[in-house]
């Protein structure tokens, strides 16, 4: 919409909810710069988002869509504003992201309110900008500040040092005075009008800064092909502008078909829809303001600190003074921590922390909405804790338990309200890790499901509905992986063989690097509680139950499948593991062999698939795409690859087959062999 202020036009841009730049949208700027362009009453036009934000970019429905193609396209309406004789000055609030950023690059001015972020997300879905921004942006503020705003997918303050030389003026309100100013002032000035193309980087500057920067990649980033892609595109502001232009555009199409940005678009599509129940399970959610956690421990502190930054009201109780003392100093460390690091202010801290109350006395949770148990993993324990949350909650209240591997229905079946029962299981640490699984009791309501999601979103989470089965999807997948890791082991790898192999494809860290992490106790102590009903006949590898048995329980106690000195992993196992997996192969009566990195990837990533398979029918996962979002967000699998299902989709069908029934002949007996129609 058009307004005329002091000769100036305002056109607004608006497209809610977050004034992406679609097409009807880009079209109507170019008629409204047009318009105003033509109007000898018009002095110059300020260019402005809603009261609430500039633009959050390009309109993603139109991903893969003519209409993304269609005149005109954002490059059009960029250089419509860059050639617009009169000034153009963008005033920015809120955020300005993306195509949104680049368009506002374009323009002879900017202004921006104080509380503003710009910034480019573009490598998050495995791209760079495309129309401009990485030309752009380093002529305003340098390469090595655009390059630090465009490889990190972040928004930053407008405030920060590296948007320095982005905006004429930050102010503290209302930014369309100051931007209309902006615009006289340029209309006044003897000089010509400013525009980005004429300035010229010392290209010196320009290469030391792309070097630095490569030299920074982590090896995840190398792997993925959109950070090399910046770099070379930074690179080509030491030419003129329309060449540098040129050249990122070739390498933003080259990106758009690549493997990894195809993955990263699917994720970003799945992840939203993940939190969507089912048709039969709709229903009205309950109304949650006040949470009540039980376990001040790892867990329950995170939940607790993950609802606070949430605005809601927690209260935590604990058996003991001493347990609950701990909980709160861990949650009391955590906001210093975070105001120290200029996270937050202390006033956030203040607030949030005073929302916070400490409890040993169990008739306080009658106050709350949802309760969740986070106390220790033992179902007689959560079974005697249920039964007091049944006495002392309030009826309608959700009544949640964060159980990794337990069944759900084992827990609800000592309360007199089964239907409130539902597993919420958060992932360590809780306040930071994004990844909920929702489980779903024999007898939970929908709108006890409903509320679960709603409150997952709410805290920032990235819910999944998941069945009530052993591990659900998460660990149920990693227990699978992880045993197709030790037969590797048995067959003739080492651990750091298995390690980096996987590594090497983008995992965040290996099976046997992330058991030493943990503990190998924890898994120790879930085997001997499976011995009795463990198949006598199925390959099972004990080399992990000898390592504990000789003390050896991971980083805790200095060593487990690696050594720690100083807290630092030694790169290869030592002889004693050596001789241990030696042992096994032997008892096995496996010949050793070596395994290329290429079947270690292959036969981990196959083990996930069928896993996968199996809990789609079995109806764990009500959609395979779900069990992406869950190894993905929760287990460090690399997203560029999309997750296990993304991954078997691209995989030639015969191949696969032939693959996991080798899978199923060398685990041997009872080695369930999923159906892979199912994931396709
Ligand atoms: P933790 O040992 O750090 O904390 C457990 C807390 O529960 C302790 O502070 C303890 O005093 C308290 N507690 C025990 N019995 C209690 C009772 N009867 N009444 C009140 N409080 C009681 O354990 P953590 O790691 O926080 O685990 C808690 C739960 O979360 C477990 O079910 C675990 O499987 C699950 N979980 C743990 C993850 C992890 O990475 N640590 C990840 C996901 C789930």
Redesign the pocket.
């Known amino acids: 919409m058009l307004s005329i202020q002091n000769d100036v036009a305002v056109i607004a841009i608006n497209n809610p909810p977050v004034n992406s730049l679609g097409h009807a949208l880009r079209e109507k700027i170019v008629q409204e710069i047009q318009m105003a362009q033509s109007d000898p009453a018009v002095l110059g036009i300020v260019l402005v988002g809603n009261d609430k934000l500039f633009s959050a970019g390009s309109d993603v429905t139109e991903f893969g869509t003519d209409l993304q193609f269609r005149e005109p396209i954002l490059r059009t309406v960029i250089s419509t504003v860059e050639d617009c004789q009169k000034p153009v000055v963008a005033a920015i609030a809120g955020i300005a992201l993306g195509g949104g950023l680049e368009l506002a690059l374009a323009c002879h001015g900017r202004v921006a309110l104080a509380s503003a972020r710009i910034g480019f997300p573009e490598v998050n879905l495995g791209l760079i900008p495309g129309s401009g921004g990485t030309q752009r942006l380093p002529r305003l503020v340098g390469p090595e500040a655009a390059l630090t705003i465009i490889l990190s997918g972040q928004p930053v303050a407008v405030t920060d040092h590296k948007c320095l030389g982005l905006f004429s003026a930050i102010v503290e309100d209302d930014v369309i005075p100051v931007a209309v100013q902006r615009v006289l002032d340029l209309v006044n000035s003897k000089a010509s009008l400013p525009n980005v193309r004429d300035i010229d980087l010392d290209p010196a500057q320009v290469r030391e800064s792309v070097d630095k920067q490569r030299s920074k990649l982590n090896g995840r980033q190398r792997l993925q092909p959109a950070y090399g892609a910046a770099l070379d595109a930074v690179m080509a502001t030491t030419q003129k502008l329309e060449a540098g232009l040129q050249i990122e555009r070739a390498l933003f199409l080259d990106l758009v078909s690549s493997k990894s940005a195809q993955a990263l678009r699917y994720l970003f599509k799945v992840e939203r829809e993940a939190s969507r129940l089912p048709p039969d399970l709709h229903a009205s959610p309950r109304q949650v303001q006040q949470l009540a956690v039980?376990?001040?421990?790892?867990?329950?502190s995170g939940i607790a600190i993950a609802a606070l930054d949430a605005d809601l009201s927690v209260l935590l109780?604990?058996?003991d003074e001493n347990?609950l003392e701990r909980?709160r100093q861990r949650i009391k460390t955590h906001y210093r921590e975070r105001v120290q690091s200029g996270k937050i202010n202390e006033f956030q801290a203040a607030t949030n922390e005073s929302r916070l109350t400490t409890t040993t006395d169990w008739s306080r949770l009658v106050e709350a909405d949802l309760v969740i148990e986070?106390?220790?993993?033992d179902l007689q324990?959560k079974r005697?804790?249920f039964g007091k949350i049944d006495v002392h909650a309030r009826q309608g209240a959700v009544l949640a338990t964060?159980?990794?591997y337990l069944d759900i229905d084992a827990i609800a079946e000592v309360t007199q309200r089964p239907q409130d029962v539902i597993g919420l299981?958060?992932?360590?640490p809780a306040n930071v890790m994004k990844l909920l699984e929702v489980v779903r009791g024999d007898k939970t309501s929908a709108d006890v499901l409903a509320t679960a999601m709603v409150l997952g979103t709410r805290l920032k989470k990235t819910p999944v509905l998941c069945g009530n089965a052993f591990g659900f999807i998460g660990n149920r997948i990693y227990n699978a992986y992880r045993r197709q890791c030790e037969f590797m082991l048995e067959d003739g790898a080492w651990p750091e063989e298995v390690d980096s192999a996987l590594t090497a494809m983008g995992f965040a860290m290996g099976p046997f690097a992330v058991a030493d992490l943990s503990g190998l106790d924890i898994a120790w102590r879930m085997r001997k509680a499976q011995a009795a009903t463990r198949d006598p006949g199925e390959r099972y590898v004990s080399i992990l139950d000898k390592l504990c048995e000789q003390g050896r329980l991971g980083r805790k106690t200095g060593a487990g499948y690696y050594v720690y000195t100083d807290d630092k992993k030694a790169t290869v196992t030592d002889q004693t593991v050596r001789n241990l997996i030696d042992q096994a192969s032997v008892e096995r009566g496996i010949e050793r062999r070596s395994l290329s990195a290429e079947e270690i990837q292959r036969r981990a990533l196959l083990a996930m698939v069928n896993e996968a398979a199996l809990l789609l029918s079995e109806g764990v996962a009500t959609r395979a795409e779900d069990i992406d979002v869950v190894l993905t967000q929760g287990y460090g699998f690399p997203r560029w690859e999309g997750g296990p299902v993304f991954w078997a989709r691209h995989q030639e069908k015969h191949r696969l087959e032939a693959e996991l029934s080798q899978l199923a002949r060398e685990a041997g007996h009872g080695f369930a062999l999923g159906n892979l129609e199912i994931l396709l």
């Open positions: 039980i376990g001040a421990g790892t867990m329950g109780l604990e058996q347990a909980g986070a106390v220790f993993e324990v005697e804790v964060n159980t990794s299981h958060f992932f360590s």
